[in-house]
């Protein structure tokens, strides 16, 4: 059974906007913190952006004022609203779960992954 499943990601031009979702099974649900993370041709993953159970959330610098995470909570979606694309922020956008409150914040601790979903944007 799939626990976490993007989808959402496409092409797009620079200053676009896309909106990515993620459906989480109830058994994720059960865990404290929820994050997208991307991870671009030759680098690293990089962490997004998390929200707690609490709806507190936390940017990554570049994408902070552009990007928005949410949740639906009876749906169990996770969503990741993003605006004024630019083209350093194409990658593979992935949702992640964990359970450890204490390493939310600080984007650690995410053992759960999805499969990801492509977002390339064109300058």
């Known amino acids: 059974q799939v626990e976490l499943a993007e989808s959402g990601g496409g092409s797009v031009e620079a200053g676009g906007s896309l909106k990515l979702s993620c459906t989480y099974s109830?058994?994720?649900?059960?865990?404290?913190?929820l994050g997208w993370f991307r991870q671009a041709p030759g680098q690293e993953r990089e962490g997004v952006g998390i929200i707690d159970r609490d709806g507190i959330t936390k940017y990554e610098r570049s994408v902070n004022d552009r990007f928005i995470i949410y949740q639906d909570n009876a749906k169990k979606i996770l969503f990741l609203q993003m605006n004024n694309l630019k083209s350093e922020d194409t990658a593979i956008y992935y949702c992640?779960?964990?359970?450890?409150?204490?390493?939310?914040?600080?984007?650690?601790?995410?053992?759960?992954w999805g499969q990801g979903t492509q977002v390339t944007v064109s300058s």
């Open positions: 109830i058994r994720v649900y059960s865990r404290l913190c």
């Open positions: 992640a779960a964990q359970k450890w409150p204490s390493l939310c914040l600080n984007f650690g601790g995410f053992e759960t």
